[in-house]
């Protein structure tokens, strides 16, 4: 098992960035694919972007092509959401998220998830 704890969030202005961090604990953090999602009022969670293992395979939601970078520190057992340019419509709280895998694979969805954090959550104003 592997317990995730989020933090970074907070609240800033369209166009502001923010820099959330997930800590993992328990088990081997490299075997894990990580990733991130989000939740707004009233609305499903969905997935912002992942990486596999190493890193080097990655996936963005439509919504942060261009905006966000995900990445990850294996010996630090963190994984990162460098977010730029913010909107109003990126509002939610995030959840770092954890799934057991081999090679390369990555999350693209809820169902892949075996592990989420808490979440952190991140109000952009307009």
């Known amino acids: 098992q592997v317990q995730l704890v989020e933090s970074g969030g907070g609240l800033v202005q369209a166009g502001g960035s923010l820099r959330l961090s997930c800590a993992a604990s328990?088990?081997?953090?490299?075997?894990?694919?990580m990733g991130w999602f989000r939740q707004a009022p009233g609305k499903e969670r969905e997935i912002v972007a992942s990486?596999?293992?190493?890193?080097?395979?990655?996936y963005y939601a439509d919504s942060a092509k261009g905006r966000f970078a995900i990445s990850r520190d294996n010996v630090k057992n963190t994984v990162y959401l460098q977010m730029n340019n913010l909107k109003p419509e990126d509002t939610g709280v995030y959840y770092c998220?954890?799934?057991?895998?081999?090679?390369?694979?990555?999350?693209?969805?809820?169902?892949?998830?075996?592990?989420w954090g808490k979440g952190t959550l991140v109000t952009v104003s307009s």
């Open positions: 998220a954890a799934a057991y895998t081999w090679g390369e694979s990555k999350i693209t969805g809820r169902n892949d998830v075996g592990y």
């Open positions: 328990g088990d081997t953090f490299s075997t894990y694919a």
């Open positions: 990486l596999s293992r190493s890193g080097g395979n990655t």
